[in-house]
């Protein structure tokens, strides 16, 4: 997103969840969401998030916090802290906003923005999506983006360790 005064610094596309709700009542247009741990940012991430951005008029990304992640993905992980990860994807042009959430699931998060539409990778089914009943209830679409082959943050971590 562009302001009068040039883009937007990363630090100021991560938000808490009130303002971040907030800010999606004010974006005219389709609010886009999607979510996920974002370790180490890949080709395959990008896909996605550059998709969702396509979707509509904005697209808001919820990070798991550091304690979800363990609780995920097991005591190695993140690899990087929620901070770091945050300030990546904030980076990233396809990005407008960046919420944190600390739940093993977005589905508090998605009731509370209540996206227009959501948007994962292929290795979700749409009806597997969480909160993807939310988005519906209110009229909202459900996109699934195909998975770039070979792409994944496992795979890089397993490769670093050779």
């Known amino acids: ?29 389709a609010v886009v969401f999607t979510n996920g741990v974002f370790d180490l ?15 509509g008029a904005a697209l808001i990304v919820g990070v798991n916090s550091d304690a979800s992640v363990q609780r995920l993905k097991g005591p190695t992980r993140p690899v990087r802290t929620v901070a770091e990860r945050a300030m990546v994807l904030a980076a990233l042009e396809a990005v407008d906003a960046v919420v944190v959430f600390g739940e093993d699931t977005p589905q508090a998060l998605v009731e509370c923005l209540q996206p227009d539409v959501i948007v994962k990778g292929g290795d979700y089914a749409p009806e597997t999506i969480v909160g993807a009943d ?17 792409q994944s943050t496992t795979s890089i971590i397993e490769k670093l360790r050779v």
């Open 1 to 29: 997103m562009v302001t009068r005064d040039g883009p937007r610094r990363p630090e100021s596309k991560v938000m808490g969840w009130d303002a971040a709700a907030e800010w999606r009542q004010q974006v005219r247009g």
């Open 41 to 55: 940012v890949h080709p395959g991430h990008v896909e996605v998030l550059d998709m969702a951005r396509r979707e």
């Open 134 to 150: 939310v988005v519906t209830a209110r009229g909202g679409r459900v996109v699934v983006v195909p998975l770039v082959p070979d």
